[in-house]
């Protein structure tokens, strides 16, 4: 039986859906039953027999830091898919990313090696993976440098990775997936690129210059399966489909939505300005942070990501960046 954490994401419904539809058994873990629901309208997206597949997932209310109920939930498990992460940039919530993202993991990893699983996948980040200067191409053996200015959750999507690592070192067969910004439907709030599809239908009027690796959300689903079934083992592999512009991504994404895209660039002033403005907002008023520092810098770099090695591994194809866009956008609309 194949257990998958995080199930009730964007990434883990989707997989969810795709291990069904392959006729896998199939558990999942949640925290609340209002997420399930989320799942199942995924499930409707690209089905109309969408709650017979729904049901056939075995559901365990679990957290990645209740060890009894993780017990239960690892029962004759053979295969992990450990999707589950806390998403978050902002400093304040530097501790709870460490309990789920890197002490959760570690649950998840000590699990596997002692109930004997055959095989787990984790998803990571191109969060974790190094930069480059001059344009040149990001490939899994850049050097991510701790000691440059990284944002929390690059920190303990790190460190999470470090736990992967050390399983592997005690006898955890494991791949580790890194997957560009991901988009895909069902998720239009949180801080994902649902919730940047949903900001720029609502109109955005500036945009930064860096550039970034997106992938859609079935393609980071199928990889994940094809590398769990294959021989490839303790191995990691950057998962995007294509480097675009933060200006190309938001217009075509207007264009699908039928708004009026961005036309103006913010400049590096106005965004080092915007995130003072936002950590003086946070501090009188005790609101959640919108704009980091490390965020202003990330979206300002031009970061291009190589994704040779999972091609040539499993002989992976990628869909273009512009159907799994126009897709994502048609259910956005479909939703309003």
């Keep these: 039986m194949i257990l998958v954490t995080g199930g009730t994401g964007l990434v883990g419904s989707h997989l969810l859906y795709q291990l069904i539809e392959n006729g896998e058994n199939v558990r999942a873990i949640y925290r609340t039953e209002k997420k399930v629901d989320a799942v199942k309208n995924v499930f409707s997206y690209y089905s109309s027999d969408y709650e017979t597949l729904f049901d056939q997932i075995e559901w365990v209310e679990a957290t990645l830091n209740d060890i009894p109920k993780l017990e239960e939930a690892f029962k004759n498990i053979t295969h992990v898919y450990h999707c589950a992460a806390f998403i978050s940039f902002d400093t304040k919530d530097y501790h709870t990313l460490r309990r ?20 787990l996948c984790y998803v990571s980040s191109i969060a974790t993976i190094g930069k480059e200067e001059n344009d040149k191409l990001i490939t899994e053996e850049t050097h991510w440098n701790p000691e440059e200015e990284q944002s929390v959750y690059s920190i303990t999507k790190y460190g999470a990775e470090m736990e992967v690592w050390r399983g592997t070192q005690e006898g955890l067969d494991a791949v580790i997936v890194n997957p560009g910004v991901i988009i895909g439907p069902g998720f239009w709030r949180g801080g994902g690129s649902g919730s940047l599809i949903k900001l720029v239908y609502k109109g955005m009027s500036r945009y930064t210059e860096g ?21 490839i083992v303790n191995e990691r592999f950057i998962l995007v489909s294509e480097n675009l512009s933060y200006k190309t991504f938001f217009t075509k994404t207007a264009n699908y939505l039928n708004v009026q895209p961005p036309e103006k660039k913010a400049s590096k002033f106005l965004l080092s300005l915007a995130w003072r403005l936002d950590w003086l907002r946070s501090l009188l008023l005790g609101k959640k942070r919108r704009l980091m520092k490390q965020t202003t810098k990330t979206i300002t ?8 090695k999972i091609k040539d591994a499993i002989d992976f194809n990628f869909k ?15 939703e309003l």
């Design 100 to 119: 789920i993202n890197i002490e959760g993991t570690a649950n998840i990893v000590n699990l596997s090696i002692s109930h004997q699983v055959n095989k």
């Design 211 to 231: 550039v970034v690796g997106y992938v859609g959300v079935k393609d980071v689903a199928d990889a994940m399966v094809q590398l769990m079934e294959s021989n």
């Design 301 to 308: 770099t031009k970061a291009y990501y190589d994704n040779s």
């Design 320 to 334: 273009p960046m512009d159907e799994s866009l126009s897709e994502t956008c048609q259910f956005f609309l479909k």
